[in-house]
């Protein structure tokens, strides 16, 4: 039904997407970078089925939860990895967090 996340690729979980990459004019947006924060699975056929995400944890954004409904579980990376994307969710970071003044990338 969909793609495989890939650890190495555009929609890695552990990676970040540059947001220049996606603007034709330099703009001040282009100076963002954005974090995978979720990921939506379809589990089932398209005539019915169910929906699960998989969501970085908010104190530490290495561990990832599968919700479930009223169920909450930390799950590894592997199984995260090896989901069926159905939708994947980004949150912006600020620029002064990866960004000097010359705009030379820093680290996280």
Do not use: C
């Not at 944890?57 to 930390?74: E, F, M």
């Amino acid at each position: 039904m969909g793609r495989k996340l890939s650890a190495s690729g555009l929609a890695s979980p552990f990676g970040m997407i540059d947001g220049g990459s996606f603007v034709a004019e330099r703009r001040e947006s282009a100076r963002y970078k954005y974090q995978l924060r979720a990921v939506s699975e379809h589990r089932g056929v398209p005539q019915s089925g169910h929906f699960v995400t998989y969501r970085r944890g908010i104190s530490n954004p290495h561990v990832w939860h599968l919700t479930n409904d009223a169920k909450v579980k930390q799950v590894p990376y592997t199984q995260v990895a090896s989901a069926q994307a159905y939708m994947l969710y980004y949150e912006r970071m600020q620029p002064n967090r990866w960004y000097k003044q010359n705009n030379l990338l820093m680290r996280p």
